[in-house]
């Protein structure tokens, strides 16, 4: 087995050597169907969503945080003259959680609960840490008809006609650098149960010259990265879809496809029809008034448009001191400054004496932990001379415990934990039924993670 001791790359918020591959969650992504003709009109209701118990926002901040809307459907009202919906919450850690759980959970992507929650570590959690749930939202600037999709928050707004003070929103997992899921208007032209992905030959090369060759289609099931839903558009290859590896919802993984949680495409795409217009923008800074309150959602632009940083934030800023003016209100331009150097996502109020982000998060409704997350990986006990492998040892308690966590948290899922041996920490993965379904979780282990795993029987000690 090759130690990681030594290692010199580095695993995410700890400097621990390992490529954050959970990221590469996008390796298999692609957006290509199998030619079909077959579109489904209904489908059967997701069940078993665990319920989530809110405890009621005081009621001397219920002007400024209102109370959660329906977490589990992803529905929000929408206020009359409002440009905002949702509110803040916050959930207290307990061991073993950890912050994509959470954040798939409340329908929320890797990106809004780490911003949010920058000196916490999404993959180790400290047990008794409470966790901003950022459910606030600030509607794009983009009507509301159909499917609106910002890429600057990867984040979804679906507004549908049947109900007009209401707007379901999921996250998104979108284009990495150099596969950008592009900017437009186009419409959903199919609906496809069960695709077969086609995969692009510039996929297959990428994969090839790493050691991995691909098929030319991959069936539906477990490692389709196009997931159970697929809904083509009317531009290119380019689908919004599920995938088979719904931790990388929050992230740019993808060769340029709109991912959603598994349950969360299957509800869209219930709801949704051909013909249902779709518009893709990247609007990193968005305003919007609540009542007499305006607020400001900040998020960095991604990679490709940070070149227009600066002036989007002076065309920011313009509109602010129009706004203003039209209003006859005074802006905070010290916190509007803030807002945008903190770039969390969470919208916050920017009129002069309005409350500051540690007063909104000191006041907040704090949601019960609920038994298990929704989804989250179960790694089943060890038992006695079962196979597994032996991925890797380190020095570090913590570092072994995040990386059995990404594992587990791979798609599809690859079982891992830490155990404690001769004064190092060794990374565990299985129990496997057979050395070829062992054989084949260690190639994508060298495949996704550059780590070399060794096969081997568990003795319980």
Known sequence: MKSLKKTSASLPHTGIALPFVLLAVGLL?????????KNVLELPPITGFPQPTIAPPP????????????????????????????????????AGDTLPDIARHFGLGYNDITIANPVINPWT?????????????ILPDA????????????????????????????????GREGWNTP???????????????????????????????????????????LGDYALPLGFGNYLVHGTNKPYGVGMQVSHGCVRLYPEDIEVLFKKTSVGTPVRIIHQPYMTAWDGDMLYLEAHEPLPKWAGQKERQQKSLL????????????????????????????????ILTASPELPELVAQVPEVQHPEHFYGQPVVPELTDSDLVLIVADFDNELTAQQLAAMLSHQGPPIPARQI???GSYQVIAGPFKDQKEAESVAHRIKMDFEIDAKLGMMTIQ
């Open 29 to 37: 992504s692609g957006c290509q169907l199998e030619p079909t003709t």
């Open 59 to 94: 009621d001397t901040v219920e002007e400024i945080q209102p109370k959660l809307a329906d977490i589990t459907a992803r529905e929000f009202a929408i206020a009359k003259d409002s440009g905002i919906v949702g509110g803040l919450a916050e959930i207290t850690v307990q």
């Open 125 to 137: 959690p400290e047990a008794g840490a409470r966790v901003m749930l950022p459910l606030r939202f």
């Open 143 to 174: 009507p509301r008809k159909g499917i609106v999709l910002n890429l600057a928050n990867m984040r979804l707004f679906y507004y549908s006609s049947k109900q007009p003070d209401a707007v379901f929103t999921y996250p998104i997992g979108i």
């Open 183 to 225: 900017l437009g208007q186009t419409t959903i032209v199919a609906k496809t149960v069960k695709p077969t992905w086609t995969v692009p030959e510039s996929i297959r090369r990428e994969h090839a010259a790493k050691g991995d060759h691909l098929p030319k289609t991959v069936p539906p099931g477990p490692y389709n990265p």
């Open 318 to 349: 313009k509109q602010l001191r129009q706004t203003a003016d039209e209003r006859g209100v005074t802006v905070d331009w010290e916190k509007v400054d803030r807002i945008l150097q903190r770039a969390d996502g969470i919208p916050t109020p």
């Open 420 to 422: 404690e041996k001769d």
